[in-house]
Structures are given as structure tokens and as C-alpha cells.
């Protein structure tokens, strides 16, 4: 990745996505000298960050005709990480004690992020690159350049030929759902946390939550304020494992995996422990779905891994003109960002060359056997910096 002895060139590119990889890809992308469309299908920027009490109309989120709703947020929720990391690093992340309506906490809650995605589309002047309430439907290759089609709400799809095109259409959408043995005979209710706002459903209930990540630890003990009682089950803990929690309420226990659920309502866990479960809420994460693009099967997805990309950005036989940013799961993800989008928006310009194909093929194989060398997981290829163990 040295940098490149031909002229700069400018280039047209379209970025799918007007959450926070969007905007500040386009910014990027801008200053680069490229000219940017940015596609969005909601009404505003924000993306994930974009709370609604709205969810898709089935909660599991398996029936392929439902409603759909983009955003994951919960009502309570708040960040894990500091702002000071959370901000690029010419735009910071400040708290902002001169407005009531934010927050100036150090993690503060989801409305200060999407405030601050608001406030930087502003300073940059992004919302003029902006197609609105358009929805991407079809990305794919054309002698040497892309075609994007996307429709407006109800209205007629349009082509439109690209030289590059930049994905950041986020992955905390298609929620993934870990198989139970015996849970289609099971006759309580099922919800993903991506359909969870409040925990007022669930008041005086005996809740099971499967996974003890971020989202697992705060949705339990969310429904641990409202609830007669939580039960986590987390495949991340020895299968023997029962604790009880005195955080919140002195209602939430810890197990291990759930073994079987039954039709008379009980879920038995690993650890031998039987309860009488009204509901069961999966904290089990999301898959990476790219419905809209056609690689002639060139780029697949195998256990949450998207392959083949090379450091978690450009598939090598589609290089450059196809691009991932927002790919890898980690903590500070604006800064990842940052860097990722100045890296795209460089060699579309020819200021920085990718290496050849074969070897970006070399380098991603590499990375896989190492992968494989260390235990980890197929699953955990995107998630950068410490492995994460998520339920």
C-alpha cells in the first residue's frame, strides 16, 4: 500500500448508508476531490443511531414479508465506550453543557451519539450529498464501472453508472437467532433484541435472555426492574454455572447454555436448573446481509464472515471499485471509520495503490490460518483488536 506515482484522479462514487460510516466516508470521499451520492432509505442521518418505539412486525424477525425497522436501539440505552474515544479525531466527541436536551455524561445515552452525527453532517455540509427515502435495491458490476439502482418510496427504480461504490449499510439490522432444540413446541413468547425498546412488556414475568454481551447485560437488566424474574443463559460461561445477580433487583440469575425447551414452558439449562418461562428475549446478534448487491457469487458470507476482504474492506477481484467501511466489530467504530474511509477515499484517487489481487489474496488467507492457529473462531473474523466473546 505504497503511495502511487500516477496523476490524482477524481472519481464519482456512490456510499449506500447515511448512518455514521456513511457520512463520514462521504466526507472523505469529498476531500479527496471525489464527487459523492450518498443513498439513504430513512429520512434523516443517523442510521442505527435513529431511536423509534416502532419494530418490525414480527419479533423474531424471520418472516421475510414483515415491516421492517432499521434501527436496533434500545430505549435505555447508553454507550459502553467514552465519548473521548467515540469522536473523529478532528471533530471530538464534547459534551455540550450549553443545550438541556443533550447529554454531557461521559457514556452518555443514544440520543447525545445521534446529536453528534447530526451535528457533524452539519459542519460538513454532508445532508447536500444526500439522496433521502431512496432505497438501494441493486449494486453491481458493468464494464469496469457500477450500477446502482435504487427506488424512492413508492416510486419508479433508477439507474445510475458509478466508478466506485462504498458500502456502509451497517450490520445490527438482520438479527440472528441460535437454534434451541425443542423450541417450536415451546408456547411462550420470542422477541430479538432488535425489537426491544422498554421492559414494560415483560412486567411480572419469568424471562429467559440468551447472551451476555453488551446488549444481553443491558436488556436483562432493563427487564430485571419490571420483571418477577431474569435467567441469562450465556455459552460464554462453564456449563455448571448458576449465580444470582443482586443487580438491580435480586432477580437475575446466570447460567450456562439452554439444553432444551419444552412444551409445557420450561427451559432447561446445562447446568441441570429448570424454569417456567413466560418469555425469552435472544441477545444473539446480527448477521451481515448485503441483499442488494450481485458479485456473481464472487463475495459470500460463511458464519459472519465476509469473504474474501482484505483488512475488512476491499473484496481483491473487485478492488478498488468496491468497498466495505464498518465491516470490523469494535468498540471505538467512529474513529475505525475515519481511518477505513481515508484509506478508500486514497486509492480511488490513485494517490495510494492496493497491492495486486494475488497478493491481497495471499494476505487474507494468511489472516484466516491464523485465525484458525489461535482457536478463534470463524464467527470472530471481523472483530478486531480483543476477541470479543458475545454469548
Known amino acids: 500500500m505504497a503511495p502511487a506515482q500516477n496523476p490524482i484522479t477524481s472519481k464519482h462514487v456512490a456510499v449506500i448508508g447515511a448512518g455514521a460510516a456513511g457520512i463520514i466516508t462521504s466526507r472523505e470521499l469529498r476531500r479527496e476531490g471525489h464527487s ?6 430513512e429520512k434523516q442521518v443517523g442510521g442505527l443511531w435513529v431511536y423509534t418505539p416502532k419494530s418490525d412486525s414480527d419479533p423474531l424477525s424471520l418472516d421475510p414479508t414483515r415491516s421492517k425497522v432499521h434501527s436496533s436501539i434500545y430505549e435505555s440505552l447508553r454507550t459502553n465506550v467514552p ?15 450549553d443545550d438541556e436536551s443533550r447529554d454531557p455524561r461521559r457514556y452518555p445515552n443514544h440520543r ?3 446529536a453528534y452525527i447530526q451535528d457533524f453532517a452539519r459542519e460538513f455540509k454532508i445532508e447536500e450529498m444526500i439522496r433521502f427515502e431512496t432505497e438501494v435495491v441493486r449494486v453491481e458490476p458493468v464494464d469496469g464501472k457500477w450500477r ?44 430479538h433484541s432488535h425489537n426491544y425498546r422498554v421492559p414494560d412488556p415483560f412486567e411480572n414475568e419469568v424471562v429467559v435472555v440468551i447472551g451476555n454481551f453488551a446488549s444481553g447485560a443491558d436488556i436483562s437488566r432493563d427487564i430485571a426492574k419490571v420483571a418477577k424474574e431474569v435467567h441469562i443463559a450465556s ?33 432447561v439449562f446445562k447446568n441441570g436448573k429448570v424454569v417456567f418461562a413466560d418469555s425469552i428475549v435472544y441477545c444473539t446478534g446480527y448477521k451481515y446481509n448485503f441483499p442488494f448487491l450481485e458479485t456473481n457469487g464472487y463475495l ?51 494517490r495510494v495503490t492496493l497491492p495486486s489481487p494475488d497478493k491481497m489474496m495471499e494476505d487474507i488467507n ?13 464467527r470472530h473474523t471481523h472483530t478486531i483488536g480483543r476477541i470479543q466473546v458475545s454469548s
Open 36 to 41: 459523492v451520492v450518498v443513498y439513504e432509505r
Open 83 to 97: 465519548r473521548e474515544s467515540m469522536g473523529v479525531r478532528d471533530f471530538p466527541f464534547l459534551p455540550r453543557f
Open 112 to 114: 447525545e451519539v445521534l
Open 148 to 191: 446502482v439502482q435504487s427506488k424512492k418510496s413508492g416510486g419508479f427504480l433508477e439507474d445510475e453508472i458509478y466508478d466506485a461504490v462504498v458500502v456502509c449499510n451497517g450490520h445490527y439490522t438482520e438479527p440472528n437467532i441460535t437454534h434451541i432444540p425443542g423450541i417450536k413446541s415451546w408456547p411462550g413468547k420470542q422477541i
Open 235 to 267: 455459552r460464554a460461561r462453564e456449563p455448571h454455572t448458576y449465580e444470582k445477580i443482586s443487580v438491580p433487583q435480586n432477580n437475575l440469575w446466570m447460567h450456562s447454555e439452554i439444553d432444551t425447551a419444552n412444551e409445557d414452558g420450561s427451559i
Open 300 to 350: 459470500r458470507i460463511d458464519e459472519k464472515r465476509v469473504e474474501p476482504l482484505y483488512k475488512h474492506v476491499f473484496p481483491p477481484a473487485l478492488a478498488p471499485g468496491l468497498s466495505f467501511v464498518g465491516v470490523p466489530a469494535m468498540g471505538i467504530v467512529f474513529v475505525m471509520f475515519e481511518i477505513q474511509s481515508k484509506w478508500v477515499a486514497a486509492v480511488l484517487s490513485g
Open 366 to 378: 494468511a489472516w484466516y490460518a491464523s485465525l484458525d492457529a489461535l482457536g478463534i473462531p470463524k
